[in-house]
């Protein structure tokens, strides 16, 4: 049984990174469009936009926000939830389940981290920027991924499968980072309100109530009360994605012998015609194999694959669209920014990668992935320098002036794109070195 089932998991696997590449490929499209158009004649209405106010009002609450926060801080928020279905599903069951597992790409994403941030502060230890030293941290998943498939689409599986593992502790690093640093003042009552929120989805989960609607419904009011509570409300969708249950209905023992029945039931059940719509049989069939198939499928899962293309095709792509527009100059004002960012990503995420590799490597802790050496682990490290939305959505919160958020998207910009090109360089020269051989 263990080869069907490691041939199962690494369908799944090559299924989210196909989906990755491709968000990645849209996620730069509309980069590049904000870019564009932040640096055209329409610039002024793109900025006009994004300030428009949209209101939503039950009885006697109302929430008003631009569509700018709308979408950092609703959206986003389904981003997040999708970020913690990851994580969860991860700590269970995927590359970060085990201790040796998982000690590599935890090393890695610490040295990622930390390295980066303290690069910064180099830049902007006592200016305006300081603030900022969270921002040069982050990996964006999307485009590392992406990149990695454009540039190496041949490379192992253990190295896609870590540069995953990897981004994906960078993202609980992140989460951490921003609802401990980059949260406004306490308001305790609504506060409050949302623990009392996050307590009944717990409860959902503890009397076994395994359709999504009721946690995602509570969801809305949990995320209300976050946000209302001065702790950023995409926080709200990471606490949510943990009380999702990830236990199924039935196992798959289970659901193994009902199918068998069921596909019995549809063949006995043939009118003749090869038409289920006219077999009443066949049809009772379907509807139960669809029930079967619910329920042998753990509700972590179901939503997490409901909201992965939403997330790589409509959420990313809005944020980016919404955040990437920055005017296009020569201008050396709040540079120490851009500078420490684009530092940050470009040599600091690397340093910080191998480092810890090479630390948790020595000791025996971790080892290197099958098929990955010391030179392509350095291209992977230059690839997770790619920053480009959490990076963003940082420094948004990060900076209230404008200058410092703008100085801030220039460092981002060239940083990750700098990084996927010495990225490129270095797996593909190793890769010429290694057919030369």
């Known amino acids: 049984m263990a080869a069907p089932l490691k041939k199962v998991s690494l369908t799944i696997f090559q299924r989210f990174f196909r989906t990755e590449t491709l968000g990645g490929v849209v996620l730069l499209a509309f980069g590049l469009a904000a870019l564009f158009i932040a640096n055209s004649p329409l610039a002024e209405a793109y900025n006009h936009l994004w300030e428009i106010r949209l209101m939503l009002k039950i009885n006697d609450h109302q929430l008003s926000l631009t569509l700018h926060e709308w979408i950092n801080d609703g959206l986003m928020a389904m981003f997040f939830l999708l970020v913690g279905l990851e994580i969860k599903r991860e700590l269970l069951a ?49 485009f590392a991924l992406g990149a990695l498939n454009l540039i190496a689409p041949q490379a192992p599986i253990g190295a896609k499968v870590l540069l ?63 946000h209302a509570s001065g702790v950023h409300a995409t926080i709200a969708g990471v606490a949510l994605a943990f009380t999702i249950p990830t236990r199924s209905r039935i196992n798959a023992g289970e659901f193994s012998r009902e199918a068998r029945s069921l596909l019995d039931q549809f063949d006995r059940t043939e009118t003749g015609d090869l038409v289920v719509l006219t077999s009443k049989g066949q049809q009772e069939a379907v509807f139960a194999f669809e029930r079967a198939s619910e329920g042998v499928t753990a509700p972590v899962l179901r939503l997490e694959h409901a909201l992965h293309n939403f997330s790589a095709f409509i959420v990313m792509p809005l944020f980016a669209f919404a955040n990437a527009g ?95 090109v010495a990225g490129a360089v270095m797996l593909r020269t190793g890769r010429a070195l290694n057919d030369a051989k």
């Open 94 to 142: 995927g590359e970060l389940s085990s201790a040796r597992q998982a000690a590599l790409p935890i090393a890695c994403a610490i040295g990622g981290m930390v390295v980066p941030a303290l690069i910064y502060l180099v830049f902007n230890l006592r200016g305006p920027g300081a603030h900022g030293w969270g921002i040069p941290m982050a990996t964006d998943i999307a």
């Open 164 to 226: 995953t593992a990897l981004a994906i502790v960078d993202d609980m690093g992140a989460v951490l980072v921003i609802s401990l640093f980059y949260s406004e003042a306490v308001v305790w009552s609504a506060l409050s309100g949302a623990t009392v929120t996050l307590l009944v989805l717990i409860g959902f989960n503890l009397m076994g109530i395994r359709r999504l609607w009721p946690y995602l419904l509570v969801g809305v009011v949990l995320w209300y009360f976050v």
């Open 326 to 420: 920055v005017k296009i100059d020569l201008s050396l004002q709040q540079s120490e920014i851009g500078f420490g960012i684009l530092a940050g990503l470009l040599l600091g995420k690397p340093l910080g990668i191998m480092i810890a590799a090479l630390i948790a490597v020595k000791t025996g802790i971790a080892k290197l992935p099958q098929a990955v050496n010391w030179r392509s682990l350095l291209g992977y490290g230059l690839l997770s320098g790619i920053g480009f939305t959490m990076s963003l959505f940082i420094a948004m919160l990060a900076f209230d002036d404008t200058a410092l958020v703008n100085a801030a998207k220039r460092g981002i910009i060239v940083g990750s794109l700098l990084a996927g």
